[in-house]
């Protein structure tokens, strides 16, 4: 499975982005897809994730909408309500559809990453 992420940008605070996972290579259909972001000098940690169901982070609850389109392959994120603590870089990540994890190991391919700054 190849995964690419896009969308990231500058944005000002309690602003919106959409950002994009499109997937290639197997049928999407049949993977867990996870967003994780990683801020300088931190951790990456696990943002939202969508397989038979959908799971949050706490710090993006409310805020941040994980969707996909299977027939575009394609798995979207709509971060509303943006803080300056959400700059990262984001990464999308597929496994085989199972539980869904919130931890970066249980993810077996990885896009590129997509960088998102939120400042005035």
């Known amino acids: 499975v190849q995964l690419q992420a896009s969308g990231g940008g500058l944005v000002q605070p309690g602003g919106s982005l959409r950002l994009s996972c499109a997937t290639s290579?197997?049928?999407?259909?049949?993977?867990?897809i996870g967003w994780f972001r990683q801020a300088p000098g931190k951790e990456r940690e696990f943002v939202t994730g969508?397989?038979?169901?959908?799971r949050y982070a706490d710090s993006v609850k409310g805020r941040f909408t994980i969707s996909r389109d299977n027939a575009k392959s394609t798995v979207y994120l709509q971060m509303n309500g943006l803080k300056p603590e959400d700059t990262a870089v984001y990464y999308c990540?597929?496994?085989?559809?199972?539980?869904?994890?919130?931890?970066?190991?249980?993810?077996?391919?990885w896009g590129q990453g997509t960088l998102v700054t939120v400042s005035s």
């Open positions: 990540a597929a496994r085989r559809s199972g539980a869904l994890h919130i931890t970066a190991g249980a993810y077996d391919y």
């Open positions: 290579g197997a049928t999407v259909d049949y993977y867990d």
């Open positions: 969508i397989g038979g169901y959908t």
